[in-house]
């Protein structure tokens, strides 16, 4: 493999990362930047966590938390969510020894709606939980499994959701690394680890049911109304958002009934499969779980399905469905770091991360505040034509080198 040919697949990811960021980056809106007002002074309230930090620090400097200040921690964390996931796909086509198709796969990834909606949700905590997943699942991979479940209890308190995202994958990875060292007769990972983040998600849950007052709410709600920047619309809405408990989030979206209508929606299916199949058909062909068991294929389908248990008390279905994209992702660079891969991969796995390249340029991720992708689709053509014309001239050189070889034999 030359250095020339690494670079320029390092370039490629790199430009079809920003391009898909710059589809629809934007600042931190208010619904963002009052989750950064959150503390623990009215108890263990959820996603509390972050702005009991912030408000330490704030206070030691004698200051107050402001919109410039959050806009730009908002800005810091999702510069270094960014590095994180760039320095995950290139460590999957690294390990996989520069293979056209598993720089197809990133590729693909990478031009995702996922990506698309990351850009679109700075501000939010999914950047921090994101990252907190990834250290803690490489804490485990090195053995070093308390500290990274102490890492999933830290992720749990800044955001809730941290349990149907992160954990997950963090358990997949507990299974693979067993699963690896019972194969060499190694010392096996302790199971007790993983009851910590789940711990604390009761806890929030029980905290929140059994000890908030009656006013928590409206005394929330007149706490964010010492900062000018949040308008009232969000501190209301916030506010009540906070003083609900699960149970009721369940019942206000319609229980079973609306979380069936969120998982049969036909336009998400469209939107996320094309990413999802190309990744985890890749997993199944370079690792060949098809060979194993069929337990192992459902294992990996159900980890990058957890995800959708959130429809169950939240209706941001857009943003909720391309997490499974997500992990899709991450059990791609678990699978790298555990075990080693095939190299004579089907050449319909090829074709499929084409497709699935192709679609997720043309195709329109749907975003929150009536916004729309930043770039018409002819711009979008014109952004991805080097990426487009990069992919296809590395299957050509792939396949030249192969009918080289034959000849040579």
């Given at each position: 493999?030359?250095?020339?040919?690494?670079?320029g697949i390092?370039v490629?990811?790199?430009w079809t990362?920003v391009v898909t960021i710059?589809r629809?980056?934007?600042?931190?809106?208010?619904?963002a930047?009052?989750?950064?007002l959150?503390?623990?002074?009215?108890?263990?309230?959820k996603r509390?966590l972050?702005?009991?930090i912030?408000?330490l620090?704030?206070?030691c400097?004698?200051m107050r938390p402001?919109e410039?200040?959050?806009?730009?921690l908002?800005?810091?964390v999702f510069?270094v969510y960014?590095?994180?996931l760039i320095?995950?796909?290139?460590?999957?086509?690294?390990?996989?020894?520069?293979s056209?198709?598993?720089?197809?796969?990133?590729?693909?990834f990478?031009s995702?709606?996922f990506?698309?909606m990351?850009?679109?949700l700075?501000?939010?905590f999914?950047n921090?939980i994101i990252i907190?997943?990834?250290?803690?699942?490489?804490?485990?991979?090195?053995?070093?499994?308390?500290?990274?479940a102490w890492?999933?209890v830290i992720?749990?308190?800044?955001h809730e959701s941290?349990?149907l995202?992160g954990?997950?994958?963090?358990?997949?990875a507990w299974l693979?690394v067993n699963?690896?060292?019972?194969?060499s007769d190694?010392?096996?990972?302790?199971?007790w680890?993983?009851?910590l983040?789940?711990?604390?998600?009761?806890?929030?849950a029980?905290n929140?049911r059994?000890?908030?007052?009656?006013d928590f709410?409206?005394?929330?709600?007149r706490?964010?109304?010492?900062?000018?920047?949040?308008?009232?619309y969000?501190?209301t809405?916030?506010?009540?958002?906070?003083a609900t408990?699960?149970?009721?989030?369940?019942?206000?979206?319609?229980?079973?009934?609306g979380f069936?209508?969120?998982?049969?929606?036909?336009?998400?299916?469209?939107?996320?499969?094309?990413?999802?199949?190309a990744?985890?058909?890749?997993?199944?062909?370079?690792y060949s779980?098809?060979?194993?068991s069929a337990k192992s294929i459902?294992?990996?389908?159900s980890v990058?399905l957890v995800?959708?248990?959130?429809?169950?008390v939240?209706w941001?279905?857009?943003?909720i469905w391309t997490?499974s994209?997500?992990?899709?992702?991450?059990a791609?660079w678990i699978?790298t770091?555990?075990?080693?891969?095939?190299?004579?991969l089907?050449?319909a796995?090829?074709?499929l991360?084409?497709?699935?390249?192709?679609?997720?340029?043309?195709?329109l991720?749907?975003?929150?505040d009536e916004e729309?992708?930043?770039?018409?689709?002819?711009?979008r053509?014109?952004?991805?034509?080097?990426v487009?014309?990069?992919?296809?001239a590395?299957i050509?050189?792939?396949?030249?080198?192969?009918?080289k070889k034959?000849?040579s034999i």
């Amino acid at each position: 493999m030359t250095t020339i040919r690494k670079l320029g697949i390092a370039v490629v990811l790199l430009w079809t990362f920003v391009v898909t960021i710059l589809r629809a980056i934007r600042l931190p809106n208010g619904f963002a930047e009052a989750h950064w007002l959150i503390d623990y002074r009215f108890g263990l309230v959820k996603r509390g966590l972050v702005g009991t930090i912030v408000s330490l620090t704030t206070s030691c400097m004698h200051m107050r938390p402001t919109e410039q200040l959050i806009v730009i921690l908002s800005i810091v964390v999702f510069t270094v969510y960014c590095l994180v996931l760039i320095a995950l796909g290139l460590r999957i086509v690294h390990r996989l020894g520069w293979s056209t198709a598993a720089s197809l796969t990133v590729l693909v990834f990478f031009s995702s709606p996922f990506i698309v909606m990351s850009a679109h949700l700075i501000g939010y905590f999914d950047n921090i939980i994101i990252i907190l997943a990834v250290i803690s699942v490489a804490l485990l991979l090195k053995g070093r499994i308390w500290f990274a479940a102490w890492l999933q209890v830290i992720s749990i308190l800044v955001h809730e959701s941290s349990l149907l995202v992160g954990f997950p994958v963090f358990c997949f990875a507990w299974l693979l690394v067993n699963s690896k060292r019972h194969e060499s007769d190694g010392v096996q990972l302790p199971f007790w680890p993983l009851f910590l983040p789940v711990g604390a998600f009761l806890v929030l849950a029980l905290n929140q049911r059994l000890f908030f007052s009656g006013d928590f709410e409206q005394t929330l709600a007149r706490y964010f109304s010492n900062f000018p920047f949040i308008q009232t619309y969000t501190r209301t809405y916030l506010s009540k958002w906070l003083a609900t408990t699960f149970y009721a989030f369940y019942l206000g979206n319609k229980g079973f009934k609306g979380f069936i209508s969120h998982i049969s929606s036909v336009s998400m299916y469209g939107l996320v499969l094309p990413s999802m199949l190309a990744i985890q058909c890749f997993i199944v062909d370079a690792y060949s779980i098809r060979d194993r068991s069929a337990k192992s294929i459902a294992l990996l389908i159900s980890v990058c399905l957890v995800p959708q248990m959130m429809h169950l008390v939240a209706w941001d279905t857009p943003r909720i469905w391309t997490y499974s994209i997500l992990c899709s992702f991450l059990a791609l660079w678990i699978y790298t770091e555990v075990f080693a891969a095939r190299r004579d991969l089907s050449p319909a796995i090829i074709l499929l991360c084409l497709t699935a390249l192709v679609i997720n340029i043309m195709s329109l991720t749907p975003l929150m505040d009536e916004e729309i992708d930043h770039f018409s689709l002819n711009t979008r053509l014109l952004l991805y034509a080097p990426v487009i014309v990069s992919a296809v001239a590395i299957i050509l050189c792939e396949e030249f080198v192969l009918i080289k070889k034959r000849f040579s034999i």
